[in-house]
């Protein structure tokens, strides 16, 4: 089992940057792929990006170049920051973990946050 649970998200003028945190717990984290996704209302969740246990990443084209995935295995945490936000960047984002390797799928993934809002104001 692994717990996780998302931090940082909060309002922001489009434009600027934010960080969002995933702090895990449980099985050794760093044998863990981390995948972020978002979700706006009424719309599915989709994928933004993921991280696997050897540090290779992989991005949806919608935020190439302006999303960077990261983790600290010494810490137990992975990271998500994210700059020149846009209003429809606006969405609840969770990160996700799995034993297997990385995926573009929620179904990739057995273990999710409870996820953290982002509001991007125009």
């Known amino acids: 089992q692994v717990q996780l649970v998302e931090s940082g998200g909060r309002l922001v003028q489009a434009g600027e940057s934010l960080r969002l945190s995933c702090a895990a717990s449980g099985r050794t984290f760093s044998n863990y792929a981390i995948g972020w996704f978002r979700q706006a209302p009424g719309k599915e969740r989709d994928f933004l990006a993921y991280i696997n246990w050897s540090g290779v990443t992989g991005y949806s084209d919608s935020v190439k170049g302006r999303f960077t995935v990261s983790r600290d295995n010494a810490r137990n945490m992975g990271y998500l920051q994210m700059s020149t936000l846009k209003p429809e960047d606006t969405a609840v984002y969770y990160c996700?973990?799995?034993?297997?390797?990385?995926?573009?799928?929620?179904?990739?993934?057995?273990?999710w946050g409870q996820g953290t809002q982002v509001t991007v104001s125009s």
């Open positions: 996700a973990a799995d034993f297997r390797d990385a995926g573009v799928l929620p179904g990739d993934y057995a273990y």
